[in-house]
């Protein structure tokens, strides 16, 4: 399951989504940092400036190299710019993405008696008018992205995509909730579309 929310503090509002994944803490953090393991779940990215792109597999480009602060995601041709703003090894990253705003991937082991780690993306809009027009357009896809990240550990539980109508609905009621019909709006959002089929 993944479990949506919405936050708001001095900077923002945001959309916070999270879920438990059953690996250990490092292995996660390869997936999500490594050029080439990110491509499992979200696309590959290179670094724009720094240490060479090809950082081999398994190597966190984002973590490891400390002069990296730009990278370059690609989606089937079409390049995405994003800014790396912090990166701590096995703990979070948060990068400012393209023209789509502030986005953060925080790991935390999971609550005692638990096993695995616990996954949390927090995408930050500039106010509530943004947040109530956008998030019925973006929540999907980063629950979409999560759900792919799960399926590459082989959490059986996550791999089943909720259909498009399901999680736009659900996310137009989570934003609705908060600030009320009249603020949220359909539109299209420019967010990166992702493939959602899963390889049996």
């Keep these: 399951m993944i479990s949506a929310s919405i936050t708001h503090w001095e900077d923002g509002t945001d959309l916070v989504l999270s879920t438990?994944?059953?690996a250990d803490i490092h292995t996660v953090w390869k997936r999500v940092t490594s050029p080439m393991e990110c491509a499992l779940w979200f696309a590959p990215f290179r670094p724009v400036q720094g240490e060479d792109a090809d950082q081999g597999e398994g190597t966190s480009a984002v973590s490891?190299?400390?002069?990296?602060?730009?990278?370059?995601?690609?989606?089937?041709?079409?390049?995405?710019?994003?800014?790396?703003?912090?990166?701590?090894?096995?703990?979070?990253?948060?990068?400012?993405?393209?023209?789509?705003?502030?986005?953060?991937?925080?790991?935390?082991?999971?609550?005692?008696?638990q096993p695995g780690v616990t996954v949390t993306a927090a995408h930050t809009y500039a106010s509530d008018a943004e947040a109530a027009q956008l998030i019925p357009q973006v929540g999907p896809v980063w629950d979409t992205h999560l759900r792919l990240l799960a399926?590459?550990?082989?959490?059986?539980?996550?791999?089943?995509?909720?259909?498009?109508?399901?999680?736009?609905?659900?996310?137009?009621?989570?934003?609705?909730?908060?600030?009320?019909?009249?603020?949220?709006?359909?539109g299209s959002a420019q967010v990166p579309e992702c493939d959602d089929s899963s390889d049996d």
């Design 64 to 113: 490891e190299a400390s002069d990296v602060t730009e990278i370059e995601f690609d989606f089937e041709g079409s390049p995405l710019n994003a800014h790396v703003l912090s990166s701590v090894e096995d703990e979070h990253v948060l990068v400012e993405l393209g023209g789509l705003g502030r986005i953060s991937l925080r790991l935390t082991q999971a609550l005692a008696g």
């Design 151 to 186: 399926g590459t550990f082989g959490d059986a539980d996550l791999t089943a995509s909720e259909s498009e109508a399901a999680l736009y609905a659900r996310y137009t009621e989570l934003a609705v909730a908060e600030f009320g019909a009249d603020s949220v709006k359909s």
């Design 20 to 22: 438990t994944i059953s």
